[in-house]
T-cell receptor, first 114, second 116 residues
């Protein structure tokens, strides 16, 4: 079975550029999560979707961040404009059903903003 | 303010011995706890979980213990193997916290090294 697929694996770009991270969840999963991992703050939830609908975006740090899920098999996290402090590893995860089902993570996108 | 704390950034254990990873939490509303394992350049992988109605859950070499009165949980790995070397994250969630799904709040992780 294919796991959660994220692309790109690495992204290096200059400050001010738009960055788009992509995620394909596990087929059949109805929850999708975006996380950010930094040394200072660890793993933080940014936003999550249920059946393609955003449920909680309280973790999104600023209006520069936006996330969409146009269908059950694809989601994007966009940063526009990007800043050096956005440099982090961004993970996507998906799960099936209720809260007590474990989340399955992708391998992450390592983002570096110069 | 960290709601889930893993106070030991690293732990080194000899192969075959027991590894004990600890996690403390502050939010008494947390009722579901998980451990994830993470290898470099990979995403976290679910290891084991426990509901607050239990105080122990076992899966093979892995056992999680929950002490609600102390707001403490621990992961025991017996016997430890070199392949267990990874970063271990503790996570917790509370019903209704951050939406119906319940956000997972992660600790910052403990790096376990199992030496042959």
């Amino acid at each position: 079975d294919a796991g959660v697929i994220q692309s790109p694996r690495h992204e290096v770009t200059e400050m001010g550029q738009e960055v788009t991270l992509r995620c394909k969840p596990i087929s059949g999963h109805d929850y999708l999560f975006w996380y950010r991992q930094t040394m200072m703050r660890g793993l933080e939830l940014l936003i999550y979707f249920n059946n393609n609908v955003p449920i909680d975006d309280s973790g999104m740090p600023e209006d520069r961040f936006s996330a969409k899920m146009p269908n059950a098999s694809f989601s994007t996290l966009k940063i526009q404009p990007s800043e050096p402090r956005d440099s982090a590893v961004y993970f996507c995860a998906s799960s099936l059903g209720s809260r007590n089902q474990p989340q399955h993570f992708g391998d992450g996108t390592r983002l570096s903003i110069l | 303010d960290q709601q889930v704390k893993q106070n030991s950034p690293s732990l080194s254990v000899q192969e075959g011995r027991i590894s004990i990873l600890n996690c403390d939490y502050t939010n008494s509303m947390f009722d579901y706890f998980l451990w994830y394992k993470k290898y470099p350049a990979e995403g976290p992988t679910f290891l084991i979980s426990i509901s607050s109605i239990k105080d122990k859950n076992e899966d093979g070499r892995f056992t999680v213990f929950l002490n609600k009165s102390a707001k403490h949980l621990s992961l025991h790995i017996v016997p430890s193997q070199p392949g267990d070397s990874a970063v271990y994250f503790c996570a917790a969630s509370a019903r209704g916290y951050g939406g119906s799904q319940g956000n997972l709040i992660f600790g910052k992780g403990t790096k376990l090294s199992v030496k042959p």
